[in-house]
């Protein structure tokens, strides 16, 4: 399954709404999965099962979606935010993820 | 406290052979998924592949089956990852992952620091 993740790169100002889009090659379940990365570091789980926030994330982040089309938006941009997005789906073997989305700031 | 950590930068040769590992603690090692992802140098994740230490049961994406070994020691509580060739497009930061339900892959909430490896001759 691919993911065409959009856009790839983002300009926005602390305090903006942000939406990423991630659409998948063809349909897949609820197992469907956010991460954020900051240079230097390794991912960071953000949301998971396509809509539950994982433990100790911002509430401003949240996931929704179903069937191919599927969405992380940041309800209020914070300067920690900035960084590179990507989605994976875990419905099928290969797991895959998306190309990413840098979010810098505006 | 539940982490998984890497073994240290490589540094080598085209043809040459490498093991990085990785080993978890603070949880049993045998019930969680580990999964290896690539991430070459200014590019996005890529998925390799996941191995159930519990029985073994390894699944390689089709870009790195093949090219790539995946194994698991549950005596030391550490899963590896293996080329008996290094190419200089292996040149990569590699991180190990684990799930957050134990025989469930739904997303990585553990990873490891992060093993740099640099192919060149």
């Known amino acids: 399954i691919q993911l065409t993740q959009s856009p790839s790169f983002l300009s926005a100002s602390v305090g903006d709404r942000v939406t990423i889009t991630c659409r998948a090659s063809?349909?897949?379940?609820?197992?469907f999965a956010w991460y954020q990365q900051k240079p230097g570091k390794a991912p960071n789980l953000l949301i998971y099962d396509v809509s539950t926030l994982q433990s100790g994330v911002p509430s401003r982040f949240s996931g929704s979606g179903s069937g191919t089309d599927f969405t992380l938006t940041i309800s209020s941009l914070q300067p920690e935010d900035f960084a590179t997005y990507y989605c994976?789906?875990?419905?099928?073997?290969?797991?895959?993820f998306g190309g990413g989305t840098k979010v810098e700031i505006k | 406290e539940v982490q998984l950590v890497q073994s240290g930068a490589e540094a080598k040769k085209p043809g040459e052979s490498l093991k990085i590992s990785c080993q978890g603690s603070g949880y049993t090692f045998a019930s969680y998924w580990i999964g290896w992802v690539r991430q070459m140098p200014g590019k996005g994740l890529e998925w390799m592949g996941i191995i159930y230490p519990r029985d073994s049961d390894t699944k390689y994406s089709p870009s790195f089956q093949g090219h790539v070994t995946i194994s698991a020691d549950r005596s030391t509580s550490t899963a590896y990852l293996q080329w008996s060739s290094l190419k200089a497009s292996d040149t990569a930061m590699y991180y190990c992952?684990?799930?957050?339900?134990?025989?469930?892959?739904?997303?990585?909430?553990?990873w490891g620091q992060g093993t740099m490896v640099a192919v060149s001759s």
């Open positions: 994976q789906q875990l419905h099928i073997y290969p797991l895959t």
């Open positions: 063809q349909g897949i379940s609820s197992y």
């Open positions: 992952a684990r799930p957050a339900v134990p025989g469930i892959v739904n997303g990585f909430n553990i």
